[in-house]
């Protein structure tokens, strides 16, 4: 079956837009993670959720920053008023159960944000 | 506050050579280590987690409580080896992974 995916797949930005994430997780998958990986570095934390109810975003840099998963599937990072810094690679991720570190989480490819 | 560390951004070695790429955490608990690996082109990918102590495509990871590290080994790299490598850890029984900062891997034929 499919895997993670994720649209778009680049964006440019110019700053001070707002830009919109989505992420498709596996079917069926319970949770749902987002991360940012800036140029040169690994992946950070940036929120979890499970099925629909976001459980932790303490990893999200500033109140710029919102994710949502209203039906417990699809989910959306929204960045408002983006910033240069916010150039990065976010990266979804989903495992069929609990997230709890045991259960292999799949990624998908990406959204490259590049902010003019 | 955990924190993985990648002493080695680029790494290059001859095919039939061994490989190991370094990686060494802090966490004041008990932690769970995994290596994950990123093709050209492709997502990223789990490629072995400490607790299961399998080798996967002849990649060997041993954790060590006492040096704080998980260093991933092969004893005879392939060309398709060629990868970004990157370590990660997690609280046990906890979902928050914490990345290093990656190792780029070349075989060269």
């Known amino acids: 079956g499919a895997g993670v995916s994720q649209s778009p797949r680049y964006k440019v930005a110019k700053r001070g837009q707002d830009v919109a994430l989505r992420c498709d997780p596996i079917?069926?998958?319970?949770?749902l993670f987002w991360y940012q990986q800036a140029l040169g570095q690994g992946p950070e934390f940036l929120t979890y959720?499970?099925?629909?109810?976001?459980?932790?975003k303490s990893g999200l840099p500033s109140d710029r920053f919102f994710a949502e998963r209203p039906e417990g599937s699809v989910s959306t990072l929204k960045i408002q008023r983006t910033q240069q810094e916010d150039s990065a690679v976010y990266l979804c991720?989903?495992?069929?159960?609990?997230?709890?570190?045991?259960?292999?989480?799949?990624f998908g490819p990406g959204t490259r944000l590049t902010v003019l | 506050a955990q924190r993985v560390t990648q002493p080695e951004k680029l790494l290059s070695v001859f095919k039939g050579a061994p490989v190991e790429l370094k990686c060494n955490y802090s966490?004041?608990?008990?932690?769970?280590l995994f290596w994950y690996v990123q093709y050209s082109r492709q997502r990223l990918q789990l490629l072995l987690r400490?607790?299961s102590r399998e080798s996967i495509k002849g990649f060997t990871a041993d954790l060590n409580k006492g040096e704080t590290s998980f260093h991933l080994k092969k004893p005879f790299a392939q060309e398709e080896d060629s990868a970004m490598y990157y370590c990660?850890?997690?609280?046990?029984?906890?979902?928050?992974?914490?990345f290093g900062a990656g190792t780029t891997v070349t075989v060269r034929a």
């Open positions: 991720a989903s495992t069929p159960r609990t997230g709890a570190s045991y259960n292999e989480q799949f």
């Open positions: 079917s069926g998958h319970v949770s």
């Open positions: 959720f499970q099925n629909e109810a976001q459980l932790d």
């Open positions: 966490y004041s608990g008990s932690p769970e």
């Open positions: 400490h607790i």
């Open positions: 990660a850890l997690a609280p046990s029984n906890d979902y928050k992974l914490s």
